[in-house]
């Protein structure tokens, strides 16, 4: 028996080799089309870890105190966590004699390996 037509106005019949010859290509296809999903289900999963570990992140660093008498300092450290991620800030901070300006320097490290910083400084009157 002769190979059928196969187009979308073809009205031939095909035969068993022609059948499975179009379904191994949409095998093939889907195949392809569910390893690259898979890849990046993964993508998204690893991000998602390194944003909340930058939650936690932010949130240690804004656990840490500062100093509040004019003329002294103070170093402190702080732990922040976000759903399944954690965080270590430490800090220290000034506060002029004249306890008009505050300076503040921070930095943190989370359970990614990802590390953050921050320095601020503040006048008051």
Sequence with gaps: MAAGRISKTSTDAIN????????????IVNNNNTYNI???ENKMNRENKRLRAGVAGATATAG????YTPGKSM?????????DQSA??????????NG???LKLTGNVNTRGDFGGSVGAGYQW
């Design 16 to 27: 068993g080799s022609q059948l499975y010859a179009a379904l191994e290509k949409n095998t």
């Design 38 to 40: 898979n890849r990046l």
């Design 64 to 67: 840490l105190p500062q100093a």
């Design 75 to 83: 170093v402190a450290a702080a732990v922040g966590g976000y759903r």
């Design 88 to 97: 270590l800030a430490v800090g220290a901070s000034r506060i002029t004699d």
């Design 100 to 102: 008009k300006v505050i």
